[in-house]
């Protein structure tokens, strides 16, 4: 059964104060992982997609990475706007739907 | 730009009642879910569409139908609403085997 953890549950920073959130997955076979960004009330927002192990992508102050068992999500010196839930999901080769983590809870502190 | 589009974004239905919940996208999508989200559970995967008319089983089936008639249309209905199916209920859509995009959700009390 596919599988996704991400810790840690939430995480309190200080605005500029760099950090990682991490994503450890299973499945049968990865077709895509996806990042996304929920804010309180709304639905969750596509961030990124990673395909194979090494490969990065950023956007501002975000950057994830992929390899074979895990994924992190670097937010290099974050802002108050960053504050959010961020979502991992995997899919597997063959299959439409995602499987989603639990989400970490992230707050950035003025 | 992406739109996925839930007609209603808060609901409060009586047990028992029967309750449609409705979803658009205009990306011409051939893909379309039902996901719900609860507090420490997270996203759970209701059914999902390939394909007008087609429809499959997710995670968590029981209690609820859905119905796709057009393309851009599928809807979640809860037969006999009841007080566990109180939650936020998200629909998303996609090109085969592509991101998946969601709707702002939709939060459903059942008293």
């Known amino acids: 059964e596919d599988q996704v953890t991400q810790s840690p549950e939430a995480l309190r920073l200080q605005e500029g104060e760099s950090s990682s959130l991490n994503c450890s997955y299973t499945v049968s076979g990865l077709r895509g992982l996806f990042w996304y960004r929920q804010d309180p009330g709304k639905g969750p927002e596509f961030l990124f997609t990673l395909y194979s192990a090494g490969e990065e992508k950023e956007k501002e102050r975000l950057k994830a990475t992929l390899t074979k068992k895990e994924s992190f999500l670097h937010i290099t010196a974050p802002k108050p706007e960053d504050s959010a839930t961020y979502l991992c999901a995997v899919q597997a080769r063959g299959a439409q739907k995602l499987v989603f983590g639990q989400g970490t809870r992230l707050t950035i502190n003025p | 730009d992406v739109k996925v589009t839930q007609s209603s974004r808060y609901l409060v239905k009586r047990t028992g009642e029967k309750v449609f919940l409705e979803c658009v996208q205009d990306?011409?999508?051939?893909?379309m879910f039902w996901y719900r989200q609860d507090p420490g559970l997270g996203l759970r995967l209701i059914y999902f569409?390939?394909?007008?008319?087609?429809?499959e089983k997710g995670d968590i089936p029981e209690g609820y139908s859905v119905s796709r008639e057009k393309k851009e249309r599928f809807s979640l209905i809860l037969e006999s609403a009841s007080t566990n199916q109180t939650s936020m209920y998200l629909c998303?859509?996609?090109?085969?085997?592509?991101?998946?995009?969601f709707g702002e959700g939709s939060w459903l009390t059942v008293v």
């Open positions: 998303a859509s996609s090109l085969s085997r592509n991101t998946i995009y």
């Open positions: 569409s390939y394909d007008v008319k087609m429809k």
């Open positions: 990306m011409d999508h051939e893909n």
